[in-house]
C-alpha cells in the first residue's frame, strides 16, 4: 500500500486560505472599494518583498506575509468585499446610490409639502354643513371614447345625510348627446365606507401611528399593501386640506412608504403644472401626485385635478371662493 504523501504546512494553509474564498460569481464591486484593494495588495506584495528583519521571523508569520497578497489579490479578481464590508468596514451610508438618492429627494419634497400644510389656517365646520370638492379629470364611455369632465360633489360634514354630485362634460362623446348627464344632478347615498369630514378630524396626527392605523383598515385589499394606503391616502387628501394636522400627518405617513421619486415638471389632469411625486403601481404604471411649485398646495393627480374645497350650508351651493380655489 503506498502510503498518503504529506503536505508541507505552507501548502496545507494556503488550500485553507483558498478554502476561505467566497465563490465565484459575486456582485462587482463598486470603483472606489476595487481602488482600495489594490492599493492595499500592492502594499502588502511591497511588504512581502522587503528585506528581512535581523531577528529571524517564525514560520507562521513568513507564511502569513505570503498568503495575505494572494488572498486579496483573489478578492479583487473575484469582485468580492474581504470581510463582507466596503471602503473602511462601514456600511453603506444611506442614499449614497441613484436610487437611494431619488428616494432622499421624494421624503425631501414630502416633508417640504407637509410643512406647508400644517402652516395653513383650519377651516371652522359644522355638524350641519357639506364639504365641497369641484375636481377635473376624465372618464370612459364604453366604446365611444372618453369624456372630459368637471364635478362637483357635496358630502355631509358627519357622513349621515345623503350628498349630491352634479356633472359637466367638457369635451368628448358626450358633449350635448341624447344620454348626457350634464345639468343633472346626482343625489349621493350616505356611504359607511367613504372617510367622511370628521372621521378624517379624529385620525392619529403622528405618522408613524397615522400608518400604521391605515395598513390595519386596508389590510387584504389592492395589489399590495403599500399601494393600498396610497390610494386611501389619495382619497382622503382633498377634505384633508381643511385639517392642517392632519394633512400635514398623511403627507408624512406617505414619505414612510418606499419606491417614490420626484418629477420636476408634471402636469395634473388639469393640464396644470408642478412639481410631481410618484409612485409606481403594481400593473407597472405610476401615480403621480401634483404639487404647485410655489406653494406647495396639492394639485392633484394626473387622472383628477382638484380644483377646488369648500364648506357650505346646504348641498347644491358653492362658496363664494373656494378655501382652497384653483379654477383653470
Known amino acids: 500500500m503506498n502510503a498518503t504523501p504529506r503536505r508541507s504546512p505552507e501548502l496545507a ?48 508569520r513568513r507564511l502569513a506575509l505570503i498568503a495575505v497578497p494572494a488572498l486579496v489579490a483573489a478578492a479583487v479578481a473575484a469582485g468580492v468585499t474581504v470581510g463582507g464590508a466596503s471602503d473602511g468596514g462601514a456600511p453603506p451610508a444611506a442614499g449614497t446610490t441613484v436610487a437611494g438618492g431619488e428616494r432622499q429627494e421624494a421624503v425631501r419634497l414630502l416633508d417640504r409639502v407637509a410643512t406647508a400644510a400644517s402652516a395653513r389656517k383650519p377651516a371652522e365646520v359644522r355638524d350641519d354643513q357639506y364639504v365641497y370638492v369641484r375636481t377635473q379629470g376624465t372618464r370612459e364611455v364604453g366604446d365611444e371614447g372618453t369624456d372630459r369632465i368637471r364635478r362637483e360633489d357635496w358630502h355631509a360634514v358627519d357622513g349621515e345625510r345623503d350628498g349630491l354630485a352634479r356633472l359637466d362634460v367638457l369635451s368628448g362623446p358626450s358633449k350635448d348627446g341624447p344620454a348626457s348627464e350634464e345639468g343633472h344632478d346626482i343625489r349621493l347615498e350616505a356611504d359607511p365606507n367613504r372617510t367622511v369630514y370628521r372621521e378624517l378630524e379624529k385620525l392619529p396626527t403622528d405618522p408613524d401611528t397615522l400608518l400604521e ?3 390595519a383598515d386596508t389590510a387584504g385589499q389592492g395589489p399590495s399593501r403599500d399601494e393600498a394606503v396610497l390610494e386611501t391616502i389619495e382619497a382622503m387628501l382633498p377634505t384633508a386640506t381643511l385639517l392642517p394636522e392632519v394633512n400635514a400627518a398623511l ?20 393640464g396644470r403644472r408642478g412639481v410631481g411625486l410618484v409612485f409606481e403601481d403594481a400593473r407597472g404604471g405610476e401615480v403621480v401626485w401634483v404639487f404647485d411649485r410655489t406653494e406647495l398646495t396639492y394639485l392633484g393627480s394626473e387622472e ?14 358653492t362658496p363664494a371662493r373656494p378655501s382652497d380655489d384653483r379654477t383653470v
Open 213 to 215: 392605523k391605515l395598513y
Open 13 to 60: 494553509e494556503r488550500e485553507e486560505l483558498a478554502r476561505l474564498l467566497p465563490p465565484p460569481g459575486a456582485p462587482d464591486l463598486p470603483p472606489g472599494r476595487h481602488r482600495l484593494l489594490k492599493e492595499h495588495l500592492m502594499r502588502e506584495i511591497h511588504h512581502a518583498a522587503a528585506p528581512a528583519a535581523p531577528a529571524r521571523p517564525r514560520p507562521g
Open 251 to 270: 403627507y408624512r405617513a406617505a414619505a414612510e412608504i418606499p419606491g417614490a421619486t420626484v418629477d420636476h415638471d408634471a402636469r395634473d389632469a388639469a
Open 304 to 317: 383628477t385635478a382638484v380644483l377646488g374645497v369648500g364648506v357650505v350650508d346646504e348641498p347644491g351651493r
